[in-house]
């Protein structure tokens, strides 16, 4: 591998899913940006090479973690949670002994990590509890927004509750710093939006915004002179930042208020972040597939061409710094 390139760490995600398809056409795409190492089982992968690949210049870890007997695309069981996972676990690994300097994770499936007995919500929960990191932020983007998310996979009423002057403080914050840092943006505007319908109209529909949110944006701008909006309507705030470019990040209450908008104004462009670790870590914003995963040539691998992309990108800026 040259060194003057960035060593690209990409995990195979479940290996039922499209991961192994939108892996083989990605390293095709985009040839040699980057030196690629690839984590997964090499006997699923290469049952995508159907598809006529034609880089082939990439390090292949073969963890060998799938049974060949009766494995289908498209299924979901602990077998493949299990196997999932630990491509992670090997990634982390490269990470700490420097073999590749970021990480791009394919779709892994929540049903069926749980199912082999791991507890989390997804990628973002499981590399935070194994990097042992308490403030972090799930970023989403693509050409035209940057999302950050306070709350992530829960359920709708469960919102308001954990919409607390911490969490609100620390992804705003997070935020901030990151653009300055891995986007190297000098001057960061933010915007944050509302909880309820019109930013609550001052109090007339929820107490959310003038009780929590408010009082956190004035402390921030107080405290680091932040150029610092909200809380505003997100549809005004998102219409701002998407059409007339108006702020390079936007504060998202809840899971749906980002992702929304991301899927609906950019074509499969989008790429899901975790702000706060060590390393750069991206991944394509869409999940498995299952349902056409047995059909390696309507994988597109557009989102995870862009998680590549940005992962290469932010860990050269982190370079220079």
Not at 41 to 59: A, S, T
Not at 150 to 175: C, E, F, G, S, W
Request: glycine share 6%; hydrophobic share 40%; aromatic share 8%.
């Amino acid at each position: 591998m040259r060194r003057d390139k960035i060593k690209v760490g990409i995990t195979m995600g479940d290996p039922s899913g499209i991961g192994p398809a939108i892996t083989s056409k990605a390293i095709d795409k985009l040839g040699g940006i980057a030196d690629f190492v690839l984590i997964g089982d090499e006997w699923v992968f290469k049952k995508c090479q159907k598809l006529k690949i034609k880089n082939r210049k990439y390090k292949f870890i073969d963890l060998n973690n799938v049974k060949h007997r009766n494995f289908e695309f498209g299924k979901i069981r602990a077998e493949y949670g299990r196997a999932s996972i630990e491509y992670l676990d090997k990634a982390l690994e490269l990470l700490a002994n420097k073999e590749i300097e970021c990480l791009v994770t394919c779709p892994i499936s929540k049903e069926a990590i749980n199912l082999a007995g791991f507890s989390y919500k997804g990628h973002t929960e499981y590399l935070a509890k194994r990097t042992k990191i308490k403030d972090f932020v799930m970023m989403l983007l693509n050409r035209r927004l940057r999302i950050s998310l306070v709350t992530r996979h829960i359920p709708l009423k469960d919102v308001p509750a954990q919409l607390n002057k911490d969490n609100i403080y620390k992804t705003i914050l997070l935020t901030y710093r990151s653009l300055k840092q891995i986007f190297k943006i000098r001057n960061p505007k933010l915007v944050v939006c509302g909880l309820n319908p019109h930013a609550s109209d001052n109090g007339l529909i929820g107490q959310e915004e003038n009780k929590v949110i408010k009082p956190v944006i004035e402390e921030l701008r107080a405290k680091f002179k932040m150029n610092l909006d909200g809380p505003i309507s997100s549809d005004v705030a998102i219409y701002k930042a998407a059409s007339k470019r108006e702020y390079d990040s936007i504060i998202a209450m809840y899971h749906d208020q980002a992702l929304i908008p991301l899927k609906f104004c950019a074509d499969f462009s989008g790429v899901n972040m975790t702000l706060g670790l060590s390393f750069v870590r991206t991944s394509p914003l869409h999940g498995t597939a299952f349902d056409i995963a047995k059909n390696y040539r309507l994988a597109n691998p557009t989102s995870l061409i862009e998680a590549i992309k940005l992962a290469v990108k932010c860990t050269s800026n982190l370079k220079k710094a």
